[in-house]
């Protein structure tokens, strides 16, 4: 059972174009992760976030955590051909600090 | 340095065989974990290891699957008389501290195809 709902699920866009994705659940999660993961490697960690209503940059990458800690936005402006990737978000609930992920939203970045 | 490696990248083998997939976590991490990621799904919990003791197994889906790690480094997922079903990549990811907000960090995983 998936308890993260990712949103879309694939994305194509050209270059220099703005994009966000989307991750809810009816769970309240203490955290919540993005990660980045290309084809043959494992997932990269991107960002946590903690507090509800919380933002976070890194770079053309916005994040941000809802008000309920129950879902979460990225968002890229002006993608770039490297943004190119499966991005997956993951919430911690607990004190075990596992990760429960989503399926994920397929981005695909054409020059 | 180094980080997470995982053997084979990728492994074939008939229904009903038994197979072995290692990972070698970074140097000095005490905790590993194993997932698996099925073709358009994200990673599924399967089983964590604090130093040599298997702090949470409640992610493996049955009694085929056991995984090890001995002297609380590498570790090895052992899977007994495989089923298609069990077709998927499996990821070893390695923190500093168990049961932390210490990142994980992912291997490339080891790609497992049951004809």
């Known amino acids: 059972t998936q308890l993260l709902e990712q949103s879309p699920q694939f994305l194509s866009i050209q270059e220099g174009e703005n994009l966000t994705v989307y991750c809810n659940s009816s769970s309240v999660f203490s955290s919540l992760q993005w990660y980045r993961q290309e084809p043959g490697e494992g997932p990269v960690l991107l960002v946590t976030?903690?507090?509800?209503?919380e933002v976070k940059k890194l770079k053309r990458l916005t994040f941000q955590f809802g008000d309920a800690r129950k879902d979460s936005s990225l968002h890229i402006t002006a993608a770039q051909p490297g943004d190119t990737g499966l991005y997956l978000c993951?919430?911690?609930?607990?004190?075990?600090?596992?990760?429960?992920f989503g399926r994920g939203t397929s981005l695909i970045v054409h020059p | 340095g180094a980080g997470v490696s995982q053997t084979p990248s990728n492994k074939v083998t008939e229904k009903g065989k038994y197979v072995e997939l290692r990972c070698d976590p970074i140097s000095g991490h005490t905790a590993l974990y194993w997932y698996r990621q099925s073709l358009g799904q994200g990673p599924e919990f399967l089983i964590y290891f604090q130093g040599t003791g298997a702090a949470d197994d409640s992610g493996l889906p049955n009694d085929r699957f056991f995984a090890v790690r001995p002297e609380g480094s590498v570790s090895t997922l052992k899977i007994q008389r495989t089923e298609r079903g069990d077709s998927a990549v499996y990821l070893c990811?390695?923190?500093?501290?168990?049961?932390?907000?210490?990142?994980?960090?992912f291997g490339p995983g080891t790609r497992l195809t049951v004809l």
């Open positions: 976030v903690v507090t509800g209503g």
């Open positions: 993951a919430g911690i609930s607990g004190g075990s600090y596992i990760p429960t």
């Open positions: 990811a390695s923190s500093l501290i168990g049961g932390s907000p210490h990142e994980q960090f």
